[in-house]
Nanobody, 119 residues
Framework: QVQLVESGGGLVQPGGSLRLSCAAS????????MYWYRQAPGKEREVVAA???????NYSSSVKGRFTISRDNAKNTVYLEMNSLKPEDTAVYYC?????????????WGQGTQVTVSS
């Protein structure tokens, strides 16, 4: 079993920055791909950024150039650096990981952290 704990959300003014963290804990697993999703009120959950174990990254077009995903494999932690934030970035942000234990791979979700961009 893998537990994910997120932190770093909050209220920020337009143009500001925030850094989200998501730490995975447990035993007997290896974290493969890691993702950040977000869900705004009344909208479907959408993927924002992804990173492989080797560090290859991918971003949605809405955040490319403003957000940076990174990870620390030794700490089983993924980060999302968010710059030039806009009101439309307001959402609950969730981390998601693919964790392998032996030949079995499962997906786990964090509890979500609120990001509000408002003046």
């Amino acid at each position: 079993q893998v537990q994910l704990v997120e932190s770093g959300g909050g209220l920020v003014q337009p143009g500001g920055s925030l850094r989200l963290s998501c730490a995975a804990s447990g035993s007997g697993f290896s974290i493969n791909n890691m993702y950040w999703y977000r869900q705004a009120p009344g909208k479907e959950r959408e993927v924002v950024a992804a990173i492989t174990r080797g560090g290859d990254t991918n971003y949605s077009s809405s955040v490319k150039g403003r957000f940076t995903i990174s990870r620390d494999n030794a700490k089983n932690t993924v980060y999302l650096e968010m710059n030039s934030l806009k009101p439309e970035d307001t959402a609950v942000y969730y981390c998601n990981v693919d964790a392998a234990a032996g030949f079995r791979t499962q997906t786990y979700w964090g509890q979500g952290t609120q990001v509000t961009v408002s003046s």
